[in-house]
């Protein structure tokens, strides 16, 4: 239908201006020249008949013209052509539009299918995807982009469907015309093309119905983007899809409703040289606007092709938590560097495990594992036995309820948001993980209750009430364990304390897990069983909560511990604050292992510092981690290092980078004698480590010397000998 509607814009336009001529004669008496009506009889196998067609028509057509004239007058002649003109015009400036209507469904119908295919693949790639991506970057692809391909479709289907056609028809008017005058619009027509493409402004009305819809759709794409975590966790992919094929789906009816034409399309049409270098100057630009359109899909096809390695199983494993989850000799690194470095744990079903550590040191990825937001590099994670890559990431991510530090909530209401990762929920589900959430009287003072939109990203709220309705969100699905990171840092203190006794009466009726990561030891102390303490990667110590703080063996536990507020702010002044030193473990020789020292209770070290670890703990007097100096008192730094040998605590005293690291020991091997000058200086500045590498190495390097220097001397008596 495109064709043909481009074929008969072409005759009209052509037929349309052919009236310019009698009106330009009547109105300037151009030509007195006679015509005589002629019989036609054409026969369509006869090349003299289709060559003399032209003349005739022309011939009989202006005698009409010149008997009107004599009949009925000049003017009445003049208003007959100008109605055929208008008339004509009109039927040309549809069947254009027609052409143009023609088109439209392919266009965003092909715009649609790849903006569909984008956003499903950026719900099914994994996170690891993104942190190489800028968020800015997709969405640039997914609008500015597509639109690029869009150009580049439209270009290429107008170099073969329309542009070839007008040309054609428009070069066998003007030759027929007049071939000299054809012969000399060739010559003008590149010169021509160039002037008009480069003065030349094309009018366009732009849509605000369209531009509303395209604006709601790239909030929905950055919502996709920014809450991909919330969205994997709650099996919420076929949700957050349908929702955007629907927006995009009013978003091409808003399109196809538009009229394509517009003021320039109007002047297109006033004179056929006009008329034919419109598309030819659109030919010329077809093959840069089509490369255009191919950079742009190489862009997109990077998501479109991009390989997801967090797959299902071929033979899928059904999993259940009843017993516990573990961690088994867990390491994970992002690029280059471990980040988890050996991890063992485990998870009690029905317990609540708390991870503790300074930030960066591991305690997030070490829970996005579970879910599978990552994958282990080494070692493997089990619920009930069954490693969570042997099930379906639906059924591993069905068993939890995700609660992130910075709540990830969308523009829509209450109970949408809180019911999210639930299909069909009920107004008094979702009122029950309110009210466990203490989240229910506020969303019923709020103007619509449950109804109330809460704004971009929850702008509406407060931080604490965003926090409370994440924490709902998890909630609503009766989830069989909880993830959650700092699930209650943004609450006040007594929002906090009902909250606490909501989750653990929660806990007890539905034997529910927790695993929560959390900075705050007094809340953790309040609400966990278990307690892990995680420094750099490594878990240094695992205990049950009490037993964790009576005795905090590993001196990081003791500097957490040490850390805690006190209520009373005379003792908080006089408080001894202990800072962990990692220098004072030499692991050079002794290679450190995570050992349970009995009670249940796991400690990271080496073979001399499990020996006191145990040592401490067999007295079984709890250790006082936060020591209160008196009024007046000069804090010793022994004082709260009891469980350390005299040598680690002049170690203490040493800076960060006396690490003794093996080169001391091979340049001193080679260079004895700048080695012992080395340890000299070293011992002077009470750098313990690097002055035993120095000493060490200088020591091997005289001796092996002295051997090659008793060989020599022995070979020499034998050759005098």
């Not at 008969?8 to 052919?18: D, G, K, P, V």
């Not at 006009?274 to 030919?283: F, G, H, R, T, V």
């Not at 950079?295 to 998501?303: F, G, L, Q």
């Not at 929560?516 to 420094?535: E, T």
Request: glycine share 6%.
């Amino acid at each position: 239908w495109n064709v043909i509607f481009n074929v008969l814009s072409a005759i009209l336009n052509l037929f349309s201006f052919a009236l310019i001529i009698p009106i330009l004669n009547i109105l300037f008496k151009i030509s007195d020249e006679t015509y005589t009506y002629t019989d036609w009889t054409f026969a369509p196998f006869s090349f003299e008949a289709w060559k003399a067609t032209p003349e005739l028509l022309k011939n009989n057509f202006f005698w009409f013209v010149s008997d009107m004239i004599e009949t009925k007058g000049g003017s009445f002649t003049l208003i007959i052509l100008g109605v055929f003109l208008i008339v004509s015009t009109f039927l040309k400036v549809g069947t254009m539009y027609m052409a143009f209507y023609t088109m439209i469904p392919i266009r965003t119908g092909v715009v649609r299918d790849i903006r569909n295919q984008i956003n499903r693949k950026i719900t099914e790639l994994p996170l690891g995807f993104f942190s190489e991506e800028r968020k800015g970057d997709i969405i640039a692809r997914v609008s500015g982009d597509v639109n690029e391909i869009e150009t580049s479709i439209m270009s290429s289907l107008d170099m073969l469907f329309k542009n070839p056609i007008l040309i054609l028809i428009y070069l066998i008017g003007m030759i027929a015309i007049s071939w000299q005058l054809t012969l000399f619009v060739f010559i003008l027509l590149p010169f021509a093309g160039y002037v008009m493409g480069t003065v030349g402004k094309k009018l366009k009305r732009k849509s605000f119905e369209g531009q509303q819809q395209w604006g709601y759709l790239m909030s929905q794409i950055e919502e996709t983007l920014g809450g991909l975590r919330v969205i994997k966790a709650f099996n919420a992919e076929a949700k957050i899809q349908d929702r955007f094929e629907k927006s995009n789906e009013t978003f091409r009816l808003i399109l196809s409703s538009n009229s394509p034409i517009d003021a320039s399309t109007f002047i297109y049409y006033l004179v056929i040289f006009y008329s034919i270098i419109n598309p030819a100057k659109d030919l010329s630009k077809a093959s840069y606007a089509i490369q255009k359109g191919l950079a742009s899909m190489d862009r997109v096809d990077k998501i479109l092709k991009a390989e997801s390695n967090i797959n299902d199983p071929e033979d899928p494993k059904p999993i259940a938590l009843t017993e516990s989850i573990c961690y088994r000799d867990v390491w994970f690194k992002y690029q280059h560097e471990w980040v988890l470095k050996g991890i063992d744990l485990t998870i009690p079903k029905g317990h609540t495990v708390a991870l503790v550590g300074q930030s960066g040191s591991g305690k997030s990825t070490l829970v996005d594992l579970l879910p599978r937001f990552y994958d282990v590099d080494k070692g493997s994670i089990t619920i009930d036995g069954t490693d969570v890559r042997d099930a379906t990431l639906y059924d591993l991510r069905s068993l939890m309820g995700n609660v992130n530090q910075e709540a990830i909530l969308f523009n829509d209401t209450f109970f949408n948001n809180i019911s999210f990762g639930v299909e069909g929920a009920t107004l008094e589900q979702v009122q029950e993980a309110a009210r466990i959430a203490n989240a229910h009287d506020f969303i019923m003072a709020s103007e619509d209750g449950y109804d109330t939109n809460i704004g971009d990203r929850g702008g509406k709220l407060s931080g604490g009430q965003r926090q409370r309705i994440g924490l709902a969100r998890a909630m609503v699905m009766e989830p069989e364990l909880v993830v959650a990171d700092e699930p209650i840092s943004a609450l006040d203190v007594s929002i906090r304390a009902q909250v606490l006794n909501l989750l653990k009466k929660f806990q007890r009726e539905k034997q529910v897990t927790y695993l929560f990561i959390a900075h705050d030891l007094s809340i953790v102390r309040f609400i966990s069983d278990r307690i892990g303490v995680i420094y750099k990667g490594n878990i240094v110590e695992v205990a049950d909560a009490e037993e964790l703080f009576n005795f905090p063996l590993h001196p990081y536990t003791h500097s957490l511990i040490s850390a805690i507020p006190i209520p009373d702010p005379q003792l908080e002044k006089n408080k001894v604050l202990y800072t962990y030193d990692p220098s004072i473990h030499d692991y050079s020789v002794d290679k450190p292992e995570f050992v349970d020292i009995g009670h249940n209770h796991f400690v990271y070290g080496n073979k001399k510092e499990i020996e006191e670890y145990k040592a401490l703990r067999e007295k079984g007097e709890p250790l006082q981690p936060i020591t209160i100096r008196k009024p007046g008192e000069e804090v010793k730094e022994e004082d709260h290092e009891v469980h350390f040998s005299k040598a680690e605590d002049e170690f203490l005293k040493t800076p960060l980078h006396d690490t003794g690291s093996i080169w001391y020991k091979v340049l001193s091997f080679f260079f004895p004698i700048i080695g012992i000058i080395a340890a000299m200086v070293y011992k002077k500045k009470q750098y313990y480590h690097n002055y035993k590498a120095c000493k060490q190495g200088a020591l091997y390097g005289f001796a092996v010397l002295a051997v090659i220097l008793l060989i020599f001397i022995i070979a020499l008596i034998l050759v005098v000998l």
